[in-house]
Nanobody, 127 residues
């Protein structure tokens, strides 16, 4: 049974930083590609960032490019989303998602591509 657990959310002032963590555990957890999505108040869930199984390729939404960085540890089971220069528009519940892929698979940026989801962690950016 694969489990995805996010942590690290909280309240931060505009311009500040937060680092979210996503632990993927279970059978062959290191074979998973991971993505971060978010859903703000009254908004639909949207793609934020994703990383390939190898960790060598990443994709970002235009709204977070240059401010957010996705990474994973060498065991490829803990994934991070470093968020800098936060804005009030970044306020949302952030979800981590995982899917088993082959090593050369492209980075997945669509929610429907992911099979396992965490419960989400709230990020609130105050003006």
């Amino acid at each position: 049974q694969v489990q995805v657990v996010e942590s690290g959310g909280g309240l931060v002032q505009a311009g500040g930083s937060l680092r979210l963590s996503c632990l993927v555990s279970g059978p062959a957890a290191s074979r998973y590609s991971v993505g971060w999505f978010r859903q703000g108040p009254g908004k639909e869930r949207e793609f934020v960032a994703a990383i390939s199984r190898s960790g060598g390729r990443t994709e970002y939404a235009d709204s977070v490019k240059g401010r957010f960085t996705i990474s994973r540890d060498k065991d490829r089971t803990i994934n991070y989303l470093q968020m800098n220069s936060l804005k009030s528009d970044d306020t949302a519940v952030y979800y981590c998602a995982a899917v088993s892929t082959i090593l050369t698979a492209p980075v997945r940026t669509t929610a429907n591509d992911y099979r396992f989801w965490g419960q989400g962690t709230q990020v609130t950016v105050s003006a």
